[in-house]
C-alpha cells in the first residue's frame, strides 16, 4: 500500500526550478532514503512532504489522500529536523508533549505517552531537563521522542544525525532503524551521507539536480548503478570512473581502450555500438581492482596509502593526471612511487555511455 | 620607548574615563546634596551644612503637596506606554520578520521607523497636539500614551525584530508540523522565546517615558502632570524652590535607576542583539 505518493511534483523558487518531476511511490512501513549532493533538491521535497512549502506542480498524496494543501498539522507526520529544533523554553517532557498538547489530548494521556517515549529512548530522568542542558546526543534523542510520542502516519528525517560525533552517529543509526522496525512506521530519511543511506533505508532515492536519478535496495544501486551520478554518488571510496574507447567484441567481451594508456575488458550486457566510435566511461570499483604485478592492461604508480587496519586503500596514478583507487585486505607493504599492475574481472567493469552517462 | 608610550596612552585613557565620570556625576551629587539643603544654604552655595528633609516634607506632605500625584501620572502614563509599544512591536515584527511578505514592504517599513526615530521629538509634538486636541485628547493620559507609544515604538520594533530574527528558522517549522498555526506559535513559542528582546525594549520604552519632558508639557493638564514636568514648575517667575526641584529630581530619578541597575544586562544584550552572536 502506497503511503507517501509523489506525481510530477515540481517546485520552484522565482525562476528557479529545484524539483523537475518527481515520481515515487513510498510504501507503507518502508524506509526511503534520499540522498545526494547539497541542492539536489531532497530537502526540499521533504518540506513539500512535511507541508512546510506549498507544491508548484503535481500532486503529494499521504495514505490515499491529495495533501497539497493540507497544513502540516493535518497531515499526520513527524519531522526530525538536522538542528534537532527543540523549543528552547520548555523542558524536555513538554518538548516531547507539546505535539498532543496542541491536539487537547488529556494530560494524563500525554504524561503517559511521553513517559513511554523517554522510556523507549533512554531519557526517563532527563524530563525536567531544559534543552541547553543536554548533550548533543540527548538532544537528538529528544527530537526523536517528540516525533514517536505523536505515533505519526509518517515520520521525515532531516538529515538528523549529522550534528553527531562519528561513533555516536553509528551507534543512533542502528537505534534509528531498530526504533523504525519496532514502530513499523514509514519513515522517509534525507542525507548527503550515502554510507547512512546505505546502511539504514530498505531503498535508497538518489536525486541530483532536482531529478531522481535511480531508485531502489541499496545493493542494488550498489551493484548496477543506472548512470555515472550514483555510480559516483554510491560506493565509498567512489567507484573509479576512466574514459575509454570500445575497440571490439569478442564474443561476450568488450575490449575497451583508455584514453590515458593500458585496456580493459568487459562483460557485455547489451548491443553496444559499433567498435571503434563508442566512446564510453569504464566504471571499476576500489574492491574490485586486484593488484597484479603479471598485469600489463593497467599500469600505475602508487601516491598514497591509507591503512584501515582490516583493509588499505591504496590510491594510484595512470598517467599523470587520472587516479585510482584500489582496496585490498593483503598486507601489501607497498610505499608511495611504486608501479603496480592492476587487473580486474570482466563482470565487475561497469561501463556507460560517455554521452549520456547511461549505463550500456 | 614602547612601553613609556603605552603607558602614557593608558593614563590617558584612564584621565578620559575619570573625566567622563565626573562630568556626569558631579551634577548629580550637586542635585543630591542640595535636595538635603535649605534654600538660603542652595543659595550660599554651603560645602558643610546639616542635612535636612524639609524639601522632601514639603515635596510630598505639605498642604498644597502634589508630587505624588505627579509621579503617579508618571508611573501610570510609562507603564502604559510600554505594556501597549511592546504588544505592537512584537506582533509587528513577528509579521515583519517571520510572515511571508515582499521584502520591499519590509525594508520600506524598517526604513520608516528608523527614520521616525532619527527625527527630533519637538517636530512632532505641534501636530501631536493639534490632533489630539481635535479629538478632546490633549489632557489626559490616552493622549500622552499615544504619543509616547508613537514616539518610541521604531526602537522597540527594532530590538524585538533583532531577536525574532535569531529565532531558527525550524523551530517554527517544527511548530507548525506539532500544530501551531501563525497565532498560537507567536503566542507559545515566539513570545518566550523573545523575553529578553521585550525585556530590554520594555525598560528603554519605560525610561524614556518616565523621563519625557516636551511631549507631557504639551499634552498634559494639571491633573495628569508628570514629574519632569512638574519639577520644571518650581521655577516660577519671582521664586526658584532650588531645593523643592532637586528633592524632586531626586525622587523621579529612584525608580529609573533602580530599573536601570535591574535590566541592565538586559538592556545591554537587547542592544548589541544581531551584532554579536
Not at chain 1, 61 to 80: C, F, H, K, S, Y
Not at chain 1, 234 to 254: A, F, H, K, T, V
Not at chain 2, 73 to 81: E, I, K
Not at chain 2, 233 to 257: R, S
Request: charged letters at 15%; proline letters at 5%; aromatic letters at 6%.
Amino acid at each position: 500500500m502506497v503511503m507517501v505518493g509523489y506525481e510530477g511534483v515540481r517546485k520552484r523558487f522565482g525562476s528557479v526550478e529545484v524539483l523537475k518531476g518527481i515520481d515515487l511511490a513510498v510504501q507503507s512501513g518502508e524506509f526511503v532514503a534520499l540522498v545526494g549532493p547539497s541542492g539536489c533538491g531532497k530537502s526540499t521535497l521533504l518540506r513539500l512532504t512535511a507541508g512546510l512549502d506549498a507544491v508548484s506542480d503535481g500532486r503529494v498524496t499521504i495514505d490515499g489522500r491529495i495533501a497539497n494543501d493540507l497544513p502540516p498539522q493535518e497531515r499526520d507526520i513527524a519531522m526530525v529536523f538536522q538542528s534537532y529544533a527543540l523549543y528552547p523554553h520548555m523542558t524536555v517532557g513538554n518538548n516531547m508533549g507539546f505535539a498532543l498538547k496542541m491536539r487537547k489530548q488529556p494530560a494524563a494521556d500525554i504524561a503517559q505517552r511521553v513517559q513511554a517515549a523517554a522510556l523507549t529512548l533512554g531519557l526517563d530522568g532527563l524530563l525536567d531537563r531544559l534543552p541547553k542542558e543536554l548533550s548533543g546526543g540527548q538532544r537528538q534523542r529528544v527530537a526523536m521522542g517528540r516525533a514517536i510520542v505523536r505515533a505519526p502516519k509518517v515520520f521525515l528525517f532531516d538529515e538528523p544525525l549529522s550534528n553527531l560525533d562519528a561513533k555516536l552517529r553509528v551507534h543512533t543509526r542502528i537505534e534509528v532503524r531498530e526504533l523504525h522496525d519496532r514502530l513499523g512506521a514509514t519513515s522517509i530519511y534525507v542525507t548527503h551521507d550515502q554510507v547512512e543511506a546505505m546502511t539504514l533505508a530498505d531503498r535508497i532515492v538518489v536525486m541530483h539536480d532536482g531529478v531522481i536519478q535511480q531508485a531502489g535496495p541499496p545493493l542494488a544501486l550498489y551493484d548496477r548503478p543506472d548512470n555515472l551520478f550514483v555510480a559516483g554518488f554510491i560506493g565509498s571510496p567512489p567507484m573509479n570512473l576512466l574514459d575509454g574507447r570500445i575497440e571490439g567484441q569478442d564474443g561476450n567481451s568488450l575490449r575497451v581502450a583508455l584514453d590515458i594508456g593500458g585496456h580493459l575488458v568487459a562483460a557485455a550486457s547489451g548491443g553496444p555500438a559499433p567498435a571503434g566510435t563508442n566512446a564510453v566511461v569504464a566504471g571499476v570499483r576500489a574492491e574490485d581492482l586486484r593488484l597484479d604485478n603479471e598485469s600489463t592492461a593497467l599500469q600505475c604508480r602508487v601516491r598514497a596509502i591509507e591503512q584501515l587496519g582490516h583493509e588499505s586503500h591504496v590510491h594510484a596514478l595512470m598517467g599523470s593526471t587520472t587516479r585510482i583507487c584500489v582496496t585490498t585486505r593483503e598486507r601489501t607493504g607497498l610505499r608511495p612511487g611504486d608501479a603496480i599492475g592492476l587487473s580486474v574481472a570482466p563482470e565487475r567493469v561497469h561501463l556507460f555511455d560517455r554521452a549520456s552517462g547511461r549505463r550500456l | 620607548m614602547a612601553s613609556f608610550a603605552s603607558a602614557g596612552l593608558r593614563l590617558a585613557g584612564r584621565g578620559v574615563v575619570f573625566g567622563y565620570t565626573l562630568l556626569i556625576l558631579a551634577p548629580f551629587v550637586w542635585i543630591a546634596l542640595s535636595s538635603f539643603k535649605s534654600q538660603i544654604q542652595i543659595l550660599t552655595n554651603a560645602m558643610v551644612f546639616e542635612p535636612v528633609l524639609d524639601n522632601y516634607i514639603e515635596l510630598l506632605f505639605s498642604k498644597s503637596a502634589s508630587f505624588h500625584r505627579n509621579i503617579a501620572n508618571s508611573l501610570v502614563v510609562a507603564a502604559a506606554s510600554t505594556v501597549l509599544a511592546l504588544a505592537i512591536a512584537a506582533s509587528a515584527a513577528f509579521t515583519l520578520v517571520r510572515l511571508p511578505l515582499p521584502n520591499w514592504l519590509r525594508a520600506a517599513v524598517f526604513s520608516w521607523a528608523l527614520l521616525f526615530h532619527m527625527l527630533p521629538t519637538i517636530t512632532f509634538v505641534g501636530p501631536w497636539y493639534v490632533m489630539l486636541n481635535s479629538v478632546g485628547l490633549s489632557n489626559g493620559y490616552v493622549g500622552l500614551v499615544l504619543a509616547n507609544v508613537t514616539h518610541h515604538l521604531p526602537m522597540a520594533l527594532w530590538i524585538v525584530a533583532a531577536f525574532m530574527r535569531d529565532i531558527p528558522e525550524e523551530i517554527l517549522d517544527a511548530a507548525r508540523i506539532d500544530g501551531c498555526d501563525e497565532r498560537s506559535s507567536f503566542m507559545r513559542i515566539v513570545l518566550p522565546l523573545v523575553m529578553p528582546g521585550l525585556a530590554a525594549a520594555g525598560a528603554l520604552v519605560f525610561l524614556f517615558s518616565w523621563n519625557d519632558f516636551i511631549v507631557a508639557l504639551n499634552l498634559t493638564a494639571a491633573a495628569t502632570r508628570t514629574a519632569p514636568v512638574a519639577i520644571a514648575t518650581f521655577a516660577q517667575e519671582h521664586d526658584v524652590k532650588y531645593g523643592e526641584m532637586a528633592a524632586g529630581a531626586m525622587l523621579t530619578t529612584l525608580p529609573a535607576l533602580l530599573l536601570l541597575l535591574l535590566g541592565q544586562r538586559l538592556i545591554v544584550r537587547g542592544l548589541l542583539s544581531g551584532a554579536v552572536k
